[in-house]
């Protein structure tokens, strides 16, 4: 059965780093994606990146900080978090589908994506 398991989340003080890895099983996606949920809101969108080409998006709030990338031997994808900051703490959810998009800000849209993993906590203190 074709599922994600995410791992790599913790207790890090700001400006630390954490890397997030995010292995599939069965099948190569398309299209693989990050996103997290902070208490009291929306599961918002991180970082994308098309298992093909290696093309990546990155919400505006993290770009320059975090670094998504895939291992296409592993079929895994990790996000490389740095600068890590209070607000950066959250659930990070991996999400993956097999769709293909014609807009690089379509891959934020986490109601396209129909695989997701089970997530991993990240808290980020002073």
């Known amino acids: 059965q074709v599922q994600l398991v995410e791992s790599g989340g913790g207790l890090v003080q700001a400006g630390g780093s954490l890397r997030l890895s995010c292995a599939a099983s069965g099948r190569t996606f398309s299209n693989y994606a990050w996103f997290r949920q902070a208490p009291g809101k929306g599961r918002e969108f991180v970082a994308a990146?098309?298992?093909?080409?290696?093309?990546?998006y990155y919400e505006d709030s993290v770009e320059g900080r975090f670094t998504i990338a895939r291992d296409n031997a592993k079929n895994t994808v990790y996000l490389q978090m740095n600068s890590l900051k209070p607000e950066d703490t959250a659930v990070y959810f991996c999400?993956?589908?097999?769709?293909?998009?014609?807009?690089?800000?379509?891959?934020?849209?986490?109601?396209?994506?129909?695989?997701w993993g089970q997530g991993t906590q990240v808290t980020v203190s002073s």
């Open positions: 999400a993956g589908t097999t769709r293909i998009f014609q807009l690089p800000t379509t891959r934020t849209r986490k109601d396209l994506y129909d695989s």
């Open positions: 990146i098309t298992w093909s080409s290696g093309s990546t």
